[in-house]
């Protein structure tokens, strides 16, 4: 078969039979949900705006739906899978299906949340279905763990795409919001309907896109310092950041005094701050904190 045939592509019918062949049931520990329609793996690739030069690295492929389309768009696809069954299979049904891009596929049989390194060029895009139960953990770590990743297409459940690319003062903005936005500009890319799955979840599912950011936050603060104070301030999202802070501070006085010294309001919310706002904040921890930060 040829890369561009139709046929390469896994449908309905592939997926069940290799499903049945391996002895593979979808687990709802693992947030396992195969994608079992071609065009929906095609509009993937496509709206990942992946080139021909791209070096792609996917997460949880599974049965390799995604994966058999990344193949025909990219330069190349490395794979991480967390599950023996799927892993030993994977490098099979590629060979089988896109023989003549076999030699460009690699898989990493890991948990992506403990993956440091790939084998081959470094990657230049993340195209991923992440397992609902770790998509925010699982991202944030590749973005962090691979600083060339430049584009992101996951697919994610709904609720996490509309928090993953909300703004400041939004409902559901919140930690994934700044994490990402730390990162990457962010946006959502479209939704997808839960009949392409099989088997179909109880939720819909929605595409996020992320472009990493062609200047860093500008900061002298850490990563660590900076998301230490974000996860404090939504920790207790209903206070105003001179109480949600006063334990990441040591005392409400020094919250107040290092909010002051960033120019934020002391009864300001978390969820009306930007990530470049929390880095201020971050820059201007007490020195006990900051020296304790510093022994972790």
Do not use: C
């Amino acid at each position: 078969m040829s890369s561009t045939d139709p046929e390469a592509l896994l449908g309905p019918a592939d997926v069940r039979e290799l499903a049945a062949a391996l002895g593979v049931r979808p687990t709802k520990q693992r947030g396992q949900n195969f994608v079992i329609d071609a065009n929906t793996v095609r509009r993937i690739v496509r709206t990942a705006q992946v080139r021909p030069e791209d070096v792609v690295v996917e997460v949880g492929p599974g049965l390799g739906s995604l994966t058999l389309a990344l193949l025909e768009a990219a330069d190349r696809v490395t794979a991480v899978e967390i599950d023996d069954v799927l892993a030993g299979a994977l490098p099979a049904t590629i060979a089988a299906r896109m023989p003549e891009r076999a030699e460009r596929f690699a898989l990493v049989h890991s948990d992506a949340l403990h993956v440091t390194e790939l084998p081959g060029p470094p990657p230049t895009a993340l195209v991923a279905n992440l397992p609902y139960n770790v998509a925010v953990p699982v991202l944030l770590h590749m973005l962090d763990a691979f600083p060339s990743i430049e584009r992101t297409l996951v697919m994610v459940q709904s609720e996490v795409a509309d928090r993953l690319a909300a703004a400041p003062g939004s409902k559901v903005y919140g930690v994934p919001s700044v994490k990402a936005n730390w990162y990457a500009d962010v946006k959502r890319a479209g939704a997808i309907g839960r009949s392409v799955f099989w088997p179909a979840p109880n939720v819909d599912s929605g595409l996020v896109a992320l472009v990493r950011r062609a200047e860093p936050v500008k900061t002298t603060a850490s990563r660590r310092e900076v998301f230490a104070v974000v996860d404090a301030a939504f920790a207790q999202r209903r206070k105003t950041l001179r109480a949600a802070l006063a334990g990441w501070a040591g005392s409400a006085a020094a919250a107040e005094a290092a909010l002051v010294a960033a120019g934020v309001s002391p009864q300001a919310r978390g969820e009306s701050l930007t990530v470049e706002e929390f880095a201020r904040i971050a820059e201007n921890a007490p020195v006990a904190r900051n020296k304790e930060l510093g022994q972790q």
